[in-house]
C-alpha cells in the first residue's frame, strides 16, 4: 500500500511557475512508475508527466519544455515542475503510482489531488 499526498497547488498569473509536490508513505525506489495526470473542468483526465524508477521520462506535448517531472527517492517524494504556465493548464493535478506486486500484476495509486489555477 502507498498513500500519495501531493501539495503545492495555488492561483498563479500566465507566465508563472509552480512546483508541485507528491509525498508518498513509503520508499519510492522499488516503484517502478510515478506520474502525474490532471483534469480540468468538463475535460478527461490527462497524463501530463511520467517518470519510471530507471530515470526515463515522458511528458504531454502540451507542457513539453515547460514542465519537468522528478522524483527524489531519498524524500520518497516526485516533483512537477511547472514553468511558464497557461490558462489552459489549470486543472486538478493527481499524483499516479504504479507498483508491481511481484506476482505479476501492477497496483494503481492516486493522491487526492492539488488544484492549479492559472489566471490571464
Not at 500519495?4 to 495555488?10: A, N
Not at 507566465?15 to 495526470?37: N, Q, T
Request: proline share 2%; glycine share 10%.
Amino acid at each position: 500500500q502507498v498513500q500519495l499526498v501531493e501539495s503545492g497547488g495555488d492561483l498563479v498569473q500566465a507566465g508563472g511557475s509552480l512546483r508541485l509536490s507528491c509525498a508518498a508513505s513509503r520508499s519510492i525506489f522499488s516503484i517502478d512508475v510515478m506520474d502525474w495526470y490532471r483534469q480540468a473542468p468538463g475535460k478527461q483526465r490527462e497524463l501530463v508527466a511520467t517518470r519510471t524508477s530507471g530515470g526515463s521520462t515522458n511528458y504531454a506535448d502540451s507542457v513539453k519544455g515547460r514542465f519537468t517531472i522528478s522524483r527524489d527517492n531519498a524524500k520518497n517524494t516526485v516533483y512537477l515542475q511547472m514553468n511558464s504556465l497557461k490558462p489552459e493548464d489549470t486543472a486538478v493535478y493527481s499524483c499516479h503510482a504504479l507498483v508491481n506486486t511481484g506476482l505479476g500484476a501492477y497496483n494503481h495509486y492516486w493522491g487526492q489531488g492539488t488544484q492549479v489555477t492559472v489566471s490571464s
